[in-house]
């Protein structure tokens, strides 16, 4: 079984920051791709950052220069650093990877979620 817990979210101004952090556990060989997605009331999840296993970063252009994403091999964890805060940055924000598991033979890449954390921006 392997799991992605996020924790981090909660309330906050505009102009403020927050750190989103994700932890994969489980039987996990190694991690691929990590993402963050959100999803605002009534709209549909977007992607808003993705890092490789090489460090390589991408961005939504509405965070491009607020946001950071960041990862640590070693511990299987993901962060993503949000400075600058906006009410439009609210929304449930969702921990995502593709991940290698080891079975018993065989190797396989499946793609897993986390259950979300909320952030809201609001005064």
């Known amino acids: 079984q392997v799991q992605l817990v996020e924790s981090g979210g909660g309330l906050v101004q505009p102009g403020g920051s927050l750190r989103l952090s994700c932890a994969a556990s489980g039987s996990i060989f190694n991690i691929n791709a990590m993402h963050w997605y959100r999803q605002a009331p009534g709209k549909q999840r977007e992607l808003v950052a993705a890092i490789t296993r090489g460090g390589t970063t991408n961005y939504a252009d509405s965070v491009k220069t607020r946001f950071a994403i960041s990862r640590d091999n070693a511990k299987n964890t993901v962060s993503l650093q949000m400075n600058s805060l906006k009410p439009e940055d609210t929304g449930v924000y969702f921990c995502?990877?593709?991940?290698?598991?080891?079975?018993?033979?065989?190797?396989?890449?499946?793609?897993?979620w986390g259950q979300g954390t909320q952030v809201t921006v609001s005064s």
């Open positions: 995502n990877a593709d991940i290698i598991i080891q079975g018993l033979t065989t190797m396989s890449e499946r793609n897993y």
